[in-house]
């Protein structure tokens, strides 16, 4: 099992790198969104009328910007699930798992 944010590990394999790629994607459409919600969210400020969805799509950038940090635990937690290459692991990784000390 390889430790959290272990920047190594992000291409240790074919399978690691796509789901790197596959959760970046991810988390570039939910940056985008948000950011989106905040541009459209500041124009409505400039009208009276469109104050009240104004804020709600403010609040909703920001849940966004708060699911970005999210989805990046998720792909560190995928990650760890992963079996990773034995030209990966820390040296006497493997002498400790084959004695059964791992």
């Known amino acids: 099992m390889s ?3 272990d920047g190594a590990v992000r291409h240790a394999s074919p399978r690691h790198t796509d ?3 596959k959760y970046e994607l991810y988390r570039t ?3 985008f969104l948000a950011a989106m ?3 459209v969210g500041s124009i409505f400020f400039f009208y009276e009328s469109l104050l009240f969805a104004g804020t709600w ?3 909703i950038g920001s ?3 708060a699911v970005r940090p999210t989805i990046r635990l998720l792909l560190e937690l995928h990650l760890t699930r992963l079996p990773v290459p034995d030209e990966f692991r820390p040296y006497g990784a493997q002498m400790q798992e ?3 000390r791992a």
């Open 19 to 21: 789901v790197v790629r």
């Open 57 to 59: 799509l403010f609040l």
């Open 63 to 65: 849940v966004l910007f």
């Open 3 to 5: 430790k959290l944010f």
């Open 37 to 39: 919600f905040f541009v």
């Open 98 to 100: 084959q004695d059964g």
């Open 29 to 31: 459409i939910v940056e």
